[in-house]
C-alpha cells in the first residue's frame, strides 16, 4: 500500500538518530505498517541499518534482537546457520516450539522473511504468535528509552492490551532475552482458530524446568498473556480452574469470549497430557 502521507525516511545508524520528530515512527519489516493507511505518519526511521544482531547465544540464556525477521530465527532454531550466530545449544530444547509459533501467524511464510520478532511485540496484537513464544519461555523485552537509558519488562507484562502496550513515546524494543532455564525446560505449543487459517483464537504454551516446576500461558484467547506457574504438574481440575479463572477472555468476530476460555481449558489439559507422559 502506498502510505502518501510519509514524506520522509531516515536510516537509524546510531542510538541518536532514535530520537523522533513530530509524526516519525519506528519502522524495521514494515509488514503492518504498509497495511493500511497511517493518517498520523508522516515519517519513517528504519531501525534495521543499527546493524543489531539477530541471535546472540550466552551462558545467560538466548538474546534475540528486536529486527530479527521470523524466518531467520525459524531457521535458526532448527539448527541451521545464520550469520555469524552461535550454534542452537542442543540442551536448548525448548526452541522445539518456534516453528509451531511460526505457524500461530495469521501470515503467510513468504511474511516470515520480512516481519520481525520485535515488530510482532510491538504491534501487540492479542493473537501475537511472538509473544505466546516468548512470554511461555519468561521473555523479558529490553527497552531503549529516549534519555539513553534502557528498562527491563516482562514479555507477559509488555502488553497492556490488545495492540496497546508498554512503550512510552519515543521508545524503542532493542531486544527480547530468553533465560537458558526456560530454554532447557520441556516446551509444548498448541493453537486453535475457528477457521483453518484463520487468526489464532487462542494459543497455549506449557513447560517443565528442571526443577519440575510447570508453567502455563494463555495467549490469543485473552487482551494479554495470563501467567499461571504450578509446583509440579497439576492435576486435570486445578489446571482447568485455573484457565477457566483467569481474566481478559474476549469477544470479537473471531470468538466469542465463553468459546475462547473453553478451548483453552481444553488445549491446556491437552498438554498437561503430553506433559505427563513425557516426564
Do not use: H
Given at each position: 500500500?502506498?502510505i502518501?502521507?510519509?514524506?520522509?525516511?531516515?536510516a537509524?545508524?546510531?542510538?541518536?538518530?532514535?530520537?523522533?520528530?513530530?509524526?516519525?515512527v519506528?519502522?524495521?519489516?514494515?509488514?503492518?505498517?504498509?497495511?493500511?493507511?497511517?493518517?498520523?505518519?508522516?515519517?519513517?526511521?528504519?531501525?534495521?541499518?543499527?546493524?543489531?544482531?539477530?541471535?546472540?547465544?550466552?551462558?545467560?540464556?538466548?538474546?534475540?534482537?528486536?529486527t530479527?525477521?521470523?524466518?531467520?530465527?525459524?531457521?535458526?532454531?532448527?539448527?541451521?546457520?545464520?550469520?555469524?550466530?552461535?550454534?542452537?545449544?542442543?540442551?536448548?530444547?525448548?526452541?522445539?516450539?518456534?516453528?509451531?509459533?511460526?505457524?500461530?501467524?495469521l501470515?503467510?511464510?513468504?511474511?516470515?522473511?520480512?516481519a520481525?520478532?520485535?515488530?510482532?511485540?510491538?504491534?501487540?496484537?492479542?493473537?501475537?504468535?511472538?509473544?505466546?513464544?516468548?512470554?511461555?519461555?519468561?521473555g523479558?523485552?529490553?527497552?531503549?528509552?529516549?534519555?539513553?537509558?534502557?528498562?527491563?519488562?516482562?514479555?507477559?507484562?509488555f502488553?497492556?492490551?490488545?495492540?496497546?502496550?508498554?512503550?512510552?513515546?519515543?521508545?524503542?524494543?532493542?531486544?527480547?532475552?530468553?533465560?537458558?532455564?526456560?530454554?532447557?525446560?520441556?516446551?509444548?505449543?498448541?493453537?486453535?482458530?475457528?477457521?483453518?487459517?484463520?487468526?489464532?483464537?487462542?494459543?497455549?504454551?506449557?513447560?517443565?524446568?528442571?526443577?519440575?516446576?510447570?508453567?502455563?500461558?494463555?495467549?490469543?484467547?485473552?487482551?494479554?498473556?495470563?501467567?499461571?506457574?504450578?509446583?509440579?504438574?497439576?492435576?486435570?481440575?486445578?489446571?482447568?480452574?485455573?484457565?477457566?479463572?483467569?481474566?481478559?477472555?474476549?469477544?470479537?468476530?473471531?470468538?466469542?469470549?465463553?468459546?475462547?476460555?473453553?478451548?483453552?481449558?481444553?488445549?491446556?489439559?491437552?498438554?498437561?497430557?503430553?506433559?505427563?507422559?513425557?516426564?
Amino acid at each position: 500500500m502506498d502510505i502518501n502521507t510519509v514524506t520522509s525516511f531516515r536510516a537509524a545508524r546510531t542510538r541518536d538518530d532514535l530520537a523522533l520528530a513530530p509524526g516519525e515512527v519506528f519502522i524495521a519489516g514494515g509488514t503492518w505498517l504498509m497495511s493500511e493507511p497511517q493518517p498520523a505518519t508522516t515519517g519513517f526511521v528504519d531501525l534495521t541499518t543499527l546493524g543489531w544482531p539477530d541471535i546472540e547465544v550466552s551462558d545467560a540464556g538466548l538474546r534475540i534482537g528486536a529486527t530479527c525477521t521470523i524466518a531467520r530465527l525459524l531457521a535458526w532454531s532448527k539448527g541451521e546457520k545464520t550469520g555469524d550466530a552461535a550454534s542452537r545449544p542442543a540442551e536448548w530444547i525448548a526452541l522445539d516450539i518456534v516453528p509451531d509459533a511460526a505457524d500461530a501467524l495469521l501470515a503467510s511464510f513468504k511474511i516470515w522473511n520480512t516481519a520481525t520478532v520485535g515488530g510482532n511485540l510491538c504491534r501487540t496484537f492479542a493473537a501475537g504468535a511472538m509473544i505466546s513464544l516468548t512470554a511461555g519461555l519468561d521473555g523479558v523485552a529490553v527497552i531503549w528509552c529516549p534519555d539513553g537509558s534502557e528498562r527491563r519488562v516482562d514479555v507477559a507484562d509488555f502488553p497492556t492490551g490488545d495492540a496497546a502496550n508498554v512503550l512510552a513515546p519515543g521508545e524503542a524494543l532493542r531486544a527480547i532475552e530468553l533465560p537458558a532455564a526456560a530454554l532447557r525446560s520441556r516446551a509444548r505449543l498448541r493453537k486453535i482458530a475457528l477457521a483453518e487459517l484463520g487468526r489464532s483464537g487462542a494459543v497455549l504454551t506449557a513447560r517443565q524446568d528442571d526443577d519440575g516446576a510447570t508453567t502455563f500461558v494463555i495467549t490469543a484467547a485473552t487482551l494479554t498473556p495470563q501467567v499461571l506457574r504450578f509446583a509440579g504438574i497439576p492435576d486435570a481440575a486445578t489446571l482447568a480452574a485455573a484457565v477457566g479463572g483467569a481474566s481478559g477472555y474476549y469477544t470479537d468476530p473471531l470468538g466469542p469470549a465463553d468459546w475462547r476460555r473453553a478451548v483453552s481449558i481444553a488445549l491446556a489439559e491437552a498438554l498437561r497430557t503430553e506433559l505427563e507422559d513425557s516426564a
